[in-house]
């Protein structure tokens, strides 16, 4: 089986949707806009919780890394600089 065709088709499902939304200009109802800002952050965190226990003892740097990018991104509202904040606490304490 060719793989092209496949991959050819899963984009254009995937763009299609979203080309459409920008074509059509739909105002998104406001329940929506509100849900959709908790996207990323579900997404990221249904990501990083599975991976905290981590391998060889490392469980504890990560639940600290952890704590301090909760902390940053609850002080300062930004998932970027709360991934910055747990990276790097995460590779110093490593």
Do not use: C, D, H
Request: aromatic share 14%; proline share 7%; charged share 15%.
């Amino acid at each position: 089986m060719n793989v092209l065709p496949i991959i050819l088709g899963m984009a254009a499902v995937t763009y299609a949707p979203r080309l459409a939304g920008l074509w059509l200009r739909v105002e998104v109802p406001p329940f929506w806009q509100r849900f959709l800002r908790f996207v990323p952050i579900a997404a990221f965190s249904a990501l990083v919780v599975p991976a905290l226990p981590g391998e060889r003892g490392e469980a504890g740097v990560r639940l600290f890394a952890a704590f301090l990018a909760a902390v940053a991104m609850w002080r300062f509202r930004k998932l970027w600089l709360g991934i910055l904040v747990g990276m790097a606490t995460y590779w110093l304490l490593r």
